[in-house]
C-alpha cells in the first residue's frame, strides 16, 4: 500500500497567516508540527517512508522537502515529491501522481494508493488509522473514500449518500454540495449522509478503468508515457477528481468513521479545535463570543464588542464577524487584484535555503533575521544597490566575500560591499542564525545577481 499527500493548495480562508508562498498546511495551528507534518506521521504509522509521496507545486516544493527532512532528520529522497507543471485541480495532480508511480518507482496496478490532503485536522488518531487500514484491506477494485460520520447540521461540507451496508463499507448512491441548513438537518437526521473530507484510496487499474470511462479527455491525454503527460499536462481540463470520477462511478464506495475530522476551512473552525489554547494573550472588557489569535505573541485588547474574529500576524491584522469566515476569500482576491505583496509573503519569508524575517525595514536600511538549515547554501550573488554586514549570532557560518572564503562562528562578523560575490553557507548539523544589515540606494528582493544557484532559480529573483 501507498499514499500521496496532496499539498499543492493554497489555504487562502486562512489569510493572514497563510499566504501563496506559505500556505496553511505548513504552519503549525494546533501543536509543534505543521499540518503537513501530522498528515504524513499518520501515514508512517501505516507504511515506510519510501511509500508516501507528495504532490505540489514547484513554489512549494523546497517547503515540502525541508519539512519532512526534519521529520527523518534530513533522511529524505525528494524525488518521492511529484511537481505539478501547473495547478490543474485534483484530477490532473491525481493522474500525474499515479503515472509517476507506476513508471518511476514501478507500483504495480493492484497496489491500493490513498490520496489525502495534507492540510486536514484529525482528532483520534488511531480511529483514523483503523479506518484507513480496513479501507486498504477491503477497497479492492472499486473507487474508495473516506466518509466522516456528521455530528451537526454543517453547510459548509460536500456530503455523500450511503446505499447498501457491505459490512466493511457501504455503497454510494451520490454526492450533495453544501446544503442549507434545512437540508443539512435532513441529511443528519437521515442516518444516511456522511462529510466528504476528500480522501480517496484505489488501485491504479481501477483509477485508469474509471478514467477512461468518465473522463476519456484526460484519460486520452495521460495513456503515453510520463515525458508525454508532462508535455501535454496543461491540455488537461482544471477539474476534481469528485467530478472527473466519483459523482460518475459505479464502483465508488464508503469507508466510514468518526475521528474528528475538520479540513479547517475557517477560523471559525481553527477556533473549536484550538479551544482558548492558541498561545495568544488576550484581554476582552465587556466583551463576548471573541476569538483572537497572534502569530506574532502580541497581546489582543477588547472593549464592548462580541462575534469578532481578530487575527494577527506581524504585517497584517484580520478582523470579521463570527459567521463571515468564508468570505477571507474575498480579501485575498481583492489583494490578488490589486497586486499586493501581504497576499504572498509575510515578515517571515521561507526560501529553499531556510528562511529570513524582516525586523526593521526603512527607506535606506534593512535588519534581516537568516537561518539556513544544515547542510544548505544561498547562491553566490551580488548586488548593484545596496551593502550587507553579517553577524553570526547561533552556529557556524562559511562564506564567500570577494576572494576570500572565510569560517565565522558566533559573535564574529563580515562586511559584503557593493557589487561583491558572496555566498552564505552552513557546513554544521544545527540552524545557523545571521543577523544581516543591509545599506543602500535599493533594497528590494530583486537587486541580486546570481552566479550559481544549487535550486537552479532564475538569475534574477529572490534569494
Known sequence: MYSVILCGGSGSRLWPLSRKNFPKQFLDLFSDRSLIQETYSRMRALMPADHIFFITNYESFFNVANQIKEMENGDFNETQIIVEPESLNTAPAITLAVKYMEEKFGVGKNEPIAFLPSDHYIGDREKYLAVLKNAFENVG?????????????????????????????????????????????????????????????????????????????????????????????????????????????????????????SDIGS??????????????????????????????????????????????????????????????????????????????????????WGKYEVLIAGSQHQVKKITVYPGAKLSL????????????????????????????????????????????????????????VQTGSYLGEDDIIRYEDVYNRDKKTSK
Open 267 to 352: 477560523f471559525e473552525n481553527l477556533s473549536e479545535i484550538q479551544g482558548k489554547d492558541n498561545r495568544t494573550r488576550t484581554v476582552a472588557v465587556d466583551s463576548d463570543n471573541i476569538y483572537a489569535l497572534s502569530a506574532g505573541n502580541k497581546l489582543i485588547a477588547t472593549v464592548g464588542v462580541k462575534d469578532l474574529v481578530i487575527v494577527e500576524n506581524t504585517d497584517s491584522i484580520l478582523v470579521h464577524r463570527k459567521g463571515c469566515g468564508q468570505d477571507v476569500k474575498k480579501i485575498v482576491d481583492y489583494l490578488k487584484e490589486n497586486k499586493m505583496p501581504e497576499l504572498e509573503h509575510n515578515i517571515i519569508v521561507h526560501r529553499p
Open 381 to 436: 550573488q551580488s548586488h548593484n544597490h545596496r551593502a550587507e554586514h553579517w553577524i553570526v549570532v547561533y552556529g557556524t557560518a562559511q562564506i564567500v566575500n570577494g576572494e576570500k572564503e572565510i569560517t565565522l562562528h558566533e559573535n564574529e562578523s563580515t562586511f559584503i560591499p557593493m557589487g561583491n560575490k558572496h555566498r552564505l553557507s552552513n557546513p554544521g548539523k544545527i540552524n545557523l542564525e545571521i543577523i544581516e
Open 141 to 261: 477494485a472499486n473507487i474508495g473514500t473516506i466518509g466522516i460520520t456528521p455530528t451537526r447540521p454543517e453547510t459548509g461540507y460536500g456530503y455523500i449518500k450511503k446505499d447498501q451496508d457491505k459490512g466493511a463499507y457501504s455503497t454510494v448512491s451520490g454526492f450533495s454540495e453544501k446544503p442549507d441548513k434545512e437540508t443539512a438537518e435532513k441529511y443528519l437526521a437521515s442516518g444516511a449522509y456522511v462529510w466528504n473530507g476528500g480522501m480517496y484510496l484505489f488501485t491504479p487499474a481501477a483509477f485508469w478503468r474509471e478514467l477512461a470511462l468518465h473522463a476519456p479527455e484526460i484519460s486520452k491525454i495521460a495513456a503515453g508515457s510520463l515525458s508525454e503527460l508532462l508535455k501535454n499536462f496543461s491540455n488537461l481540463p482544471s477539474t476534481s477528481i469528485d467530478y472527473a470520477i466519483s459523482e460518475k462511478s459505479t464502483t465508488m464506495v464508503v469507508f466510514e468513521g468518526n475521528f474528528g475530522w
